[in-house]
């Protein structure tokens, strides 16, 4: 998918979209596979990527972090801080990226433990 990144267009990829009958996109999701802790790396590209394309694109409604690992202390706190910025985030919306007035997603991190798939962001 395209977004304009400024001056230059780029591409962003997402291992999961799933997208309305009209074909437009609501949920994204990036996958990690790997055993080792997922970090601030893993979790960054993925709220600019979100953030960028629902500049252009404002039916995105969450993007996920899944992950056969666990997530290490900088990713839990870079997903608070991209979520603390707005002024829903103290209620209901917890996990609200605000972008501007009436456009912004849901970010959640997820681990699978043993099988199952446990929400680390938002805390329910």
Known sequence: MAVDDGDERREVTFDVVVRDREGEPLVVA????????????AVEPLVTDVSDFCAVNDTVAAAFVVTASYFEAGATE?????????????GRYRSFVSLARKNGFHLCLVE????????TLPEL
Do not use: F, I, K
Not at 82 to 90: D, H, I
Not at 112 to 119: I, N, V
């Open 30 to 41: 990036t996958l990690e596979e790997g055993r080792e802790p997922t970090g601030a790396a």
């Open 78 to 90: 870079l997903a608070r801080e991209a979520t603390s910025g707005s002024l829903l985030s103290r």
């Open 112 to 119: 699978g433990r043993e099988s199952s798939l446990y929400m």
